[in-house]
């Protein structure tokens, strides 16, 4: 019975073998990225060519996600008062 268990395990899909073609990888190289303030560094990427530049419009010296700077709440149209309006007055009663 397990010869014939074995028999049956045998059974094999054939696969065909294919030339190689080109790699899916892309090419992982350095480029030079330079910051807000002029600061620059060198890093691997695969964005662009070899020596390639990325000049950064945010970067983490410089924008508030990363630094903890404070956020202003802007009043547009009047949304935040007409809901301080409806919802002001709820709190929690102590």
Same mark, same amino acid.
């Given at each position: 019975?397990?010869?014939?268990?074995?028999?049956?395990?045998? &059974?094999?899909?054939?696969?065909?073998?294919? +030339?190689?073609? =080109?790699?899916? @990888? *892309?090419?992982?190289?350095?480029?030079?990225?330079?910051?807000?303030?002029?600061?620059?560094?060198?890093?691997?990427?695969?964005?662009? &060519?070899?020596?390639?530049?990325?000049?950064? +419009?945010?970067? =983490?010296?410089? @924008? *508030?996600?990363?630094?903890?700077?404070?956020?202003?709440?802007?009043?547009?149209?009047?949304?935040?008062?007409?809901?301080?309006?409806?919802?002001?007055?709820?709190?929690?009663?102590?």
């Amino acid at each position: 019975m397990a010869e014939n268990a074995a028999q049956n395990n045998s &059974k094999s899909v054939k696969v065909e073998k294919r +030339d190689k073609g =080109p790699t899916v @990888h *892309p090419d992982y190289h350095f480029i030079r990225v330079v910051m807000t303030n002029g600061t620059e560094f060198q890093t691997r990427s695969t964005m662009g &060519k070899a020596g390639d530049t990325l000049n950064l +419009d945010i970067d =983490p010296n410089t @924008h *508030p996600a990363w630094t903890g700077g404070t956020q202003q709440l802007m009043d547009r149209g009047g949304r935040l008062s007409r809901f301080n309006s409806r919802f002001g007055n709820l709190g929690l009663k102590k």
